[in-house]
């Protein structure tokens, strides 16, 4: 295991010392509006910033980036280059994914990783900037069911999924893009484990699901007569992973470069995933494995592909620049509040807007988008 992490350390830190720039540079960040300074910092004590993450593909890339040394994940002691690079110490907690949301909405954490629908509500009481979109579901959120093979004989029957998440919201915009009508349809409310598990076990009351990888990739393979009856490819660009911070913690002395290394970590590791020399690619796509399910590079070459990465600062520009996506978010509202995720008010959403209070702005990946 030393010497695995020892290979994808020495070619994480070649993408690293590739892209380091003097501070003196057009490209390091510049000092913040507030006054306080934002040039790179290389000795003595850095800032401290947190980011809780769970465990999903483009999300267990700060996981990885912690084991191959890129960041010293825990606050104080050595740290790594990106962290000397940026004048950061950035303190990475992984927990369960509600807790991360927790946490974030009650500043107990700087940044976190969350969806796009999720970074709602936080964003009503904690001002919030999407600082880079991470991966989109492209297939890794799916309704499957035994015994059915069309949307339509799911009539009459409960499909069971987790209330309020993206798998409710893959419910009703998945049928409303094939032309059926949501209120025809029962979404049950049951945790995806248990779901999938149900179905899994030949369960006399569980015959549809509505779930994600892994547990959608588990119960295709051993669910008998399992059959997907649509996924998240009928929904492009509406499930968006992210990387999300408070305004307040931005406006915090070295906040700015914090942004900028969160986004610089994820990139990358994403460049080694899509790395020429195999051996490289192969290896970071197995450790993401580890830390997303413990799943092996077999499975993990089918979850990455059901979960397209924005694998690079032009491609996340792109998304959040583009008039699609603009238009895709207020889909997103409509359809939080139609599920009851939002419910009397909705956040102020901006594009490079930092007076709204959920602002996609693209300025932390165009920092190194030269790198």
Do not use: H
């Amino acid at each position: 295991m030393k010497r695995f992490w020892s290979f994808v350390l020495v070619a994480m830190i070649g993408f690293v010392g590739c892209s380091q720039n003097p501070p003196d540079e057009p490209s390091a960040p510049e000092a913040s509006e507030d006054g306080g300074s934002d040039a790179v910092v290389t000795t003595g004590d850095l800032p401290a910033f947190s980011i809780t993450a769970s465990e999903y593909p483009s999300w267990s890339t700060f996981m990885v980036a912690a084991k191959a040394g890129l960041i010293n994940p825990d606050q104080g002691g050595d740290y790594g280059p990106l962290e000397i690079k940026y004048g950061v110490d950035v303190v990475l907690q992984v927990k369960d994914y509600d807790p991360c949301l927790t946490m974030f909405a009650n500043g107990a954490c700087d940044a976190t990783c969350m969806t796009n629908m999720d970074a709602l509500n936080p964003a009503l009481g904690r001002a919030s900037t999407a600082i880079c979109p991470t991966s989109q579901s492209l297939g890794a959120d799916k309704v499957i069911a035994v015994g059915f093979k069309s949307v339509q004989d799911l009539k009459g029957q409960k499909v069971y999924g987790l209330a309020k998440s993206v798998s409710e919201y893959l419910f009703v915009r998945g049928l409303e893009q094939q032309g059926e009508n949501p209120t025809d349809y029962e979404f049950a409310n049951l945790d995806p484990g248990a779901a999938a598990t149900a179905l899994q076990t030949g369960s006399s009351d569980v015959k549809a699901i509505d779930v994600w990888n892994p547990f959608a990739l588990q119960t295709l393979r051993t669910a008998k007569g399992s059959t997907t009856i649509f996924d998240s490819t009928v929904i492009p660009g509406e499930i968006v992973d992210m990387i999300v911070i408070g305004n307040d913690s931005l406006a915090k002395e070295g906040g700015t470069n914090f942004a900028t290394c969160l986004c610089d970590i994820f990139y990358q590791v994403s460049k080694n995933l899509n790395s020429s020399d195999s051996a490289v690619a192969d290896a970071t796509l197995t450790a993401l494995g580890e830390d997303f399910s413990n799943l092996p590079l077999a499975d993990m070459r089918i979850v990455i592909k059901e979960t397209q990465f924005y694998a690079t600062p032009q491609d996340g520009t792109s998304l959040y620049t583009s008039d699609q996506f603009k238009e895709t978010m207020k889909t997103v509202v409509s359809t939080c509040q139609k599920i009851g995720v939002l419910e009397d008010k909705t956040p102020t959403i901006g594009y490079g807007d930092a007076s709204a209070q959920l602002n996609f702005d693209p300025q932390y990946m165009e920092a190194v988008s030269g790198n």
